[in-house]
């Protein structure tokens, strides 16, 4: 028997594993980098009003008026303290759903996020 001969169950099973895992990794969901997203607070309004995220991402916010202001959860989670004039304020994403948000310091300030 030939030396391809001996080897070629070998080669029909290394095949056959090696399509199967191609075949199940393509179908699975590719993880995506964790990304930034910037809110800036200008005119007294959080620009963009909503904003989709996803679980892990970071959201930066961006004090571009003369006066300081807050990013506050409305549910009491998390809360930037003072973001000065061109200041920022940085929080990381850990639960899914939607979460609404606003200014402490003026509580018409109101916007929310998105998490996936």
Partial sequence: MSR???L???L???AVVSAAWLWWSAGAA???APRR???EIRGFQFVPPALEVAVGDTIVWVNRD???HTATAANGGWDSSE???DGTWSYVVR???RHEYFCALHPTMAASFTAE
Wanted: hydrophobic share 50%.
């Fill in 30 to 32: 590719p993880e995506r």
């Fill in 12 to 14: 029909a099973v290394v």
């Fill in 66 to 68: 003369f006066v300081p």
């Fill in 8 to 10: 070629w169950p070998a």
């Fill in 4 to 6: 391809i001969g001996k």
């Fill in 37 to 39: 997203h910037v809110v």
């Fill in 95 to 97: 639960e899914r759903g």
């Fill in 83 to 85: 973001i000065a004039r």
